[in-house]
């Protein structure tokens, strides 16, 4: 590998995949890893535009204290200072930290340990909270750890996978790769069945699809547990050698779900489909149940993950080859988080709060203290915010104005802090303008460290990009604020891999096998090691020394990490979710991802690319639903839930549930004007995890009546008018400028003087007004180059974009001028329509005309033609979707 070569891992989803980034001159291209475990060279959309998001636009440069910008020094100093008063006057249980499955292991470790070891409490819980808390509630519940007994490789060699509350085509796409290429090799022997209320891309590869109510997943599971007791497809020695409680569950299954018509019924889904799915689970062997937010964001979260255990227990399918129940996880370092201890009820290395464990740690650290009880969970911390009780806050890495339930009150709660720092890498996110002091993080591709996926492999970060300006490492960060806190001794780290080799140390401390976690092979790293650290999954201790093939796996022996050995079956009854829908809110909104955006998108939503396979804030709803709230495709509308309102775009889909919304959690205050779905959900959590209910809210949808519409193409990113009662916006960065589509209530008297007064007056404005149909265009050149344009209507009725667009990219010609307003332009550039394949960039409509006019009915001959789906293979289940739907049937 040449110095410009560099192997790290994808900064996205917990898939982990490995990456390759070359630097030739300026250029930086990133490409899979071929020989990563993970991936195996692949990559889905997001990763393959990571070359795209590296510049330094948006950036936080430097520290700042009250919004003026300072050196380091003074910065470490404030925050010390700060904190150290805030604990003397208030107690130390006034502080709270709350971080991120974003930050690497090493960062998350120091956090940890400052808090806990330091500090003196353990107010300090992670984004995981909101992710992955329900299946470590659950995993404990059921093994007295938290561990994960899946790898990837297992579900290569299932023969049934239960897909549950996950879009694995979506989320976590090279995993839905490797399993859809394992399917077609081993000719449609393995099975998929899909349990989510939406008819998802993921269905695409499904046998079965159970559009399930949100929030039955306990009577489903529970139902399921009967059934293989009623038709003896239990394993009574697993049961007996290696589990208790299971009469218990057993009784409480029978009595909750013993009925195919009454689970169906409660189920929102036929019998024949549940008989199905009991028949295919009970009569194959090797299964594996995947599972991701659809089961853990819920009030019964950790119910419904316990049901699925029980159903893997009762029949012996877990600690071996193609089988188990696999919580994949969300973030790229959401498992690091769990290893660390960065949640508020665990201490580091899979450490509880036990008098012997909370011995080794403290020992361990040679603290000056140790916190003696679990502290604060997100929802409660920013609650405690809220009341005053917590004075001061360090998030670090996450963005809580958008992605906390009930988000509007983290505003009113961190306006009312008397101390917020924030660390971050972006200038602006919807959380940063609430920051005292700002301290500026280095980001992916400038950072070091390690991460964890979810199948328990550990991958390094590297850096191959110089840090820009005071931008420094989040473990640096940490610690030198410990340090300036008074704690030198225990944050003296030259670098991660000094952090890294502390970590994996205490793994081992008086383990023995007791505890799962256990890396303590990796604390006598070299640096150089380290440097060089290839991907390394943890396994049992007796493990440590054996190679990946027949290296034994968590439970294989039938032992667990409770006290008795033995794995506990947990009786969990069903509960409906914290709030139903009523006359007023008679719809239920589900949130969750799309496609190519990430979380709050201040990385994806630089990207073009990335922003136009879906641009602005939507709501997806049944066509029946839509009709019946007189809504149609395309137009704006209100979301009201009992708390608060968005506006964003009605989407028509089939694959909608009758009853049932889906809208994004990415849109927020920087693309779009009242798009932020977390103010709509309320802050229910399940009372075990403390994980919010983010799948189910009650709300009402009616149409946004505007009286106009409009666009903007600007060279230049603008501020945006506070007049004209613009309602909606969202922003759309494209290739080369920026389009924003508005609209409003009252219009401006004057639209010219409007556009003047916000867009510059100092302009040569070409200009069209036709007020009596309330319609105005104006456009601004210069250099012969297009620099702005305006387009105003009553209705929906407005020039094409993609048009216009072209202006963009050469100087005009007297034509172009000439025609620039009339709305003429581009009428006769075909329509790409949303982009599917966004590394080729090719859209619907061109894909449907392909497929009509070329006579096409494969995915394969689509490629062939027009190169979409040929790269990141992202698309494929849309592409599919696409040619089902129009291809031209042949006739026999
Ligand atoms: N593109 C993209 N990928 C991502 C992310 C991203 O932001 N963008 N984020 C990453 C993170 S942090 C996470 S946690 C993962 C999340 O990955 P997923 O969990 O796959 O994603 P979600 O879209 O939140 O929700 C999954 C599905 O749960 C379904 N669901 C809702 N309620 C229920 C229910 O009651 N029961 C069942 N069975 N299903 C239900 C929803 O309809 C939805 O399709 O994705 C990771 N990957
Ligand atoms: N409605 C709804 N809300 C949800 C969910 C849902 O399904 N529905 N899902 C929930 C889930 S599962 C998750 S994981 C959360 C995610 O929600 P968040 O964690 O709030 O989302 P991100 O946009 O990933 O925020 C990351 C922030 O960290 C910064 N950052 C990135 N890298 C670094 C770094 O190395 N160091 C530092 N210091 N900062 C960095 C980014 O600039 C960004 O501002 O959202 C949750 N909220
Ligand atoms: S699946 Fe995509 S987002 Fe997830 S780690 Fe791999 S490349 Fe990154
Ligand atoms: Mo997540």
Redesign the pocket.
């Known amino acids: 590998m040449t110095d410009s070569t560099t192997q790290t891992t994808c900064p996205y989803c917990g898939v982990g995949c490995g990456v390759v980034a070359t630097q030739e001159g300026d250029k930086i291209t990133v490409k899979g890893d071929k020989t990563h475990p993970a991936n195996f060279g692949r990559l889905c959309s997001k990763g393959a535009a990571l070359a795209e998001t590296l510049d330094l636009e948006g950036r936080l440069l430097h520290p700042e204290i009250y919004g003026q910008v300072t050196d380091w020094e003074t910065a470490l100093n404030t925050t010390a200072t700060a904190l150290n008063d805030i604990i003397q006057k208030y107690g130390n249980s006034a502080i709270g930290f709350y971080v991120?499955?974003?930050?690497l292991t090493e960062d998350y470790y120091v956090a940890n340990k400052l808090m806990k070891g330091y500090i003196g409490t353990a107010n300090i819980d992670s984004?995981s909270r909101?992710?992955m808390a329900s299946s470590v509630a659950g995993h404990k519940r059921a093994f007295g750890s938290d561990t994960v007994p899946v790898d990837y490789s297992d579900l290569e060699k299932a023969d049934l996978i239960v897909i549950v509350g996950s879009n694995l085509a979506w989320c976590h796409p090279v995993l839905f790769q490797r399993i859809s290429a394992a399917r077609q090799q081993r000719n449609d022997k393995l099975k998929i069945v899909v349990i989510d209320p939406r008819r998802t891309a993921t269905c695409d590869i499904a046998d079965l699809h159970l559009p399930i109510k949100t929030g039955v997943d306990v009577t489903l599971f529970n139902g399921l547990l009967h059934h293989l007791r009623a038709h003896d497809h239990l394993d009574y020695r697993f049961i007996e050698q290696s589990t208790q409680g299971f009469a218990n569950a057993l009784q409480t299954a029978k009595e909750t779900a013993n009925s195919i018509p009454a689970i169906a019924q409660h189920c929102g889904v036929s019998e024949a489909d549940i008989i199905e799915f009991y028949r295919l689970f009970a009569r194959t062997e090797k299964v594996v149940t995947l599972y991701s937010?659809g089961v853990n964001?819920s009030s019964s979260g950790t119910d419904k993950v316990n049901s699925i255990i029980n159903c893997h227990l009762a029949t012996g399918r877990i600690g071996r080859v193609g089988m188990g129940p696999f919580s994949i996880t969300?973030?790229p370092n959401a498992m690091g988080g769990r290893e660390v201890g960065a949640l508020a009820n665990q201490l580091a290395a899979h450490l509880d709060f036990e008098p012997e464990h909370q011995a080794i740690v403290q020992n361990y650290w040679q603290s000056p203290t140790i916190a003696l009880q679990a502290g604060l969970k997100a929802v409660d911390m920013f609650e405690a915010i809220e009341k005053g009780d917590i004075k001061a806050v360090w998030i670090?890495?996450?963005?809580?104005v958008?992605?906390l339930p009930n988000a509007e009150r983290i505003k009113t709660a961190l306006a009312r802090c008397e101390l917020v720092i924030i660390?971050?890498?972006?200038r602006n996110?919807d959380t940063v303008p609430y920051a005292h002091i700002l301290l500026p993080?280095?980001?992916?591709g400038e950072?070091e460290g390690t991460v964890t996926n979810s199948e328990r492999r550990i991958s390094r970060q590297r850096a191959f990009l110089t840090a820009p300006a005071d931008a420094k490492p989040?473990w640096w960060i940490i610690s030198q604020v410990a340090q300036h806190m008074g704690y030198q001794y225990g944050f003296n780290y030259q670098s991660p891999a000094d952090i890294f080799r502390e970590y994996a140390g205490l793994s081992g401390i008086e383990n023995n096998g007791h505890r799962d976690f256990d890396i303590s092979i990796l604390s006598q790293l070299s640096d150089a090691e380290y440097q060089t650290l290839t991907p390394y999954q943890w396994s049992p201790r007796s493990a440590l020394q054996t190679t990946a093939e027949n290296r034994p796996r968590f439970f294989a022996d039938g032992r667990f990490y409770t006290l008795s050995g033995k794995a506990n079956f947990v009786p969990v009854r069903p509960i409906a979710p914290k709030s139903e829908s009523n006359s007023t809110f008679p719809l239920i909104l589900n949130?969750?991802?799309i496609r190519d955006q990430?979380?709050?998108m201040?990385r994806t939503g630089k990207t073009p690319r990335l922003l136009s396979h879906i641009s602005e804030p939507f709501v997806d709803i049944h066509p029946e639903d839509a009709q019946a709230f007189d809504i149609k495709d395309n137009e704006l509308v209100c979301l009201n839930s009992a708390l608060q309102q968005i506006i964003v775009r009605a989407k028509l889909s089939e694959g909608q549930k009758r009853g049932y919304l889906f809208s994004p959690?990415h849109w927020n205050a920087q693309f779009s004007a009242q798009a932020r779905?977390?103010t709509l959900?309320a802050s229910h959590t399940d009372p075990y995890s403390g994980q919010p209910e983010?799948k189910h809210t009650p709300v009402a949808v009616s149409r946004y009546q505007a009286r106009w519409y409009g666009f903007l193409l600007s060279k230049n990113p603008l501020e945006l008018p506070p007049s004209a009662g613009i309602r909606y916006w969202a922003k759309i960065p494209q290739q080369g400028f920026i389009q924003y589509e508005f609209a409003g209530d009252d219009p401006p008297e004057n639209w010219a003087t409007w556009a003047n007064t916000y867009f510059g007056a100092d302009k040569n404005w070409l200009e069209f007004a036709d007020p009596a149909h309330g319609r105005y265009r104006c456009a601004n050149v210069q250099d012969d180059l297009l620099n702005i344009c305006l387009f105003i209507s009553r209705d929906m009725q407005l020039p094409s974009r993609i048009g216009l667009s072209e202006l963009f990219n050469h100087p005009l010609s007297l034509t172009d001028r000439l025609s620039l307003l009339t709305g003429q332009i581009g009428k006769n550039v075909a329509e790409r329509g949303d982009t599917v394949c966004s590394c080729f960039g090719v859209g619907r409509a061109t894909i449907i005309k392909t497929i009509q006019e070329q006579g096409i009915n494969s995915v394969t001959q689509l490629g062939e033609i027009l190169k979409a789906g040929t790269n990141c293979g992202s698309c494929i289940p849309e592409l599919k979707q696409l040619v089902a739907q129009h291809a031209i049937k042949q006739v026999a």
């Open positions: 991120s499955g974003q930050l984004n909101l992710c937010q964001q969300g973030q670090m890495a996450t963005n809580p958008v992605s660390s971050d890498c972006v996110n993080a280095q980001t992916w950072k989040d949130t969750g991802r990430w979380h709050t201040t959690m779905v977390g959900i983010f």
